[in-house]
């Protein structure tokens, strides 16, 4: 994925991306500098509250970009165990925070109580499918992991009930850096998709994806019940 693009467009790409973030975190703590006995204790909490969202920004794209050098470099760990599917799914969830609320945990088929896979990998593909779920759809709608399979295999799926995305962007939505027509504020880097694609093909699994413009979107990640 990374040789579709120069170092040069990397730098360039990167750099632009995290101007937004900076420029937001250096801003608002000027003002805490220059302003804070003028600024109210709600100013100040609000303002913190930027200074910390900003900075968690960053952090995922740094982690983001150290995640692809990795898989591009085949130097990333693959490391199975064996796990309980349900309290793993339920663990995923609690680590949304408040937004745990808006999802729901559906079991719609006979499932193992264990399968083998690396949990790490895992979670971080589970996390970034259900966040972008989060941010896509209304803020009063839920979202939907679902898991199921079969003998072979262990699916998971992902359902939002956002725009949906465009015939035209289903298999770019998983290049590097790039970001669809209904893109939010919020957006990182737009590594997200690739590198959950990658992982789990490095996990001997594959992410596919089904959307209807204004009806949401199923992303769907297939692994093997027992890693290779």
């Known amino acids: 994925m990374y040789d579709q693009l120069s170092e040069i467009d990397l730098v360039a790409v990167t750099s632009h ?3 937004t973030p900076l420029a937001a975190i250096r801003g608002f703590t000027d003002t805490l500098i220059r302003r804070r006995d003028d600024l109210s204790d709600a ?13 968690d920004r960053l ?26 599917v349900v ?8 680590g949304l925070g408040d937004q745990r609320r808006r999802v729901e945990i559906r ?10 896979a690396d949990a790490k990998r895992l979670r971080q593909v589970l996390t970034n499918l259900v966040e972008n779920a989060l941010k896509y759809s209304p803020e009063d709608r839920r979202v939907t992991l679902a898991v199921g399979g079969d003998s072979e295999s262990i699916v998971f799926d992902v359902i939002d009930q956002g725009p949906g995305i465009e015939a035209v962007e289903v298999d770019r939505i998983f290049e590097p850096f790039y970001r669809g027509s209904a893109r939010t504020e919020d957006d990182g880097a737009g590594l997200g998709l690739g590198i959950t694609r990658r992982l789990a093909e490095a996990m001997g699994g594959r992410v596919d994806v089904a959307s209807t413009p204004g009806a949401g979107s199923l992303f769907r990640v297939t692994l093997p019940r027992r890693a290779a």
């Open 107 to 116: 079991i719609t088929t006979e499932v193992p109580p264990a399968i083998e």
């Open 43 to 55: 100013e100040v909490t609000e303002f913190l509250g930027v200074i910390a969202k900003q900075t």
């Open 59 to 84: 952090v995922h794209m740094v982690d983001d970009l150290l995640a692809m050098s990795r898989l591009e470099a085949g130097t990333l760990p693959i490391e199975p165990e064996s796990m309980l």
């Open 87 to 94: 309290p793993f799914l339920q663990d995923v969830v609690a």
């Open 17 to 19: 991306e995290m101007r």
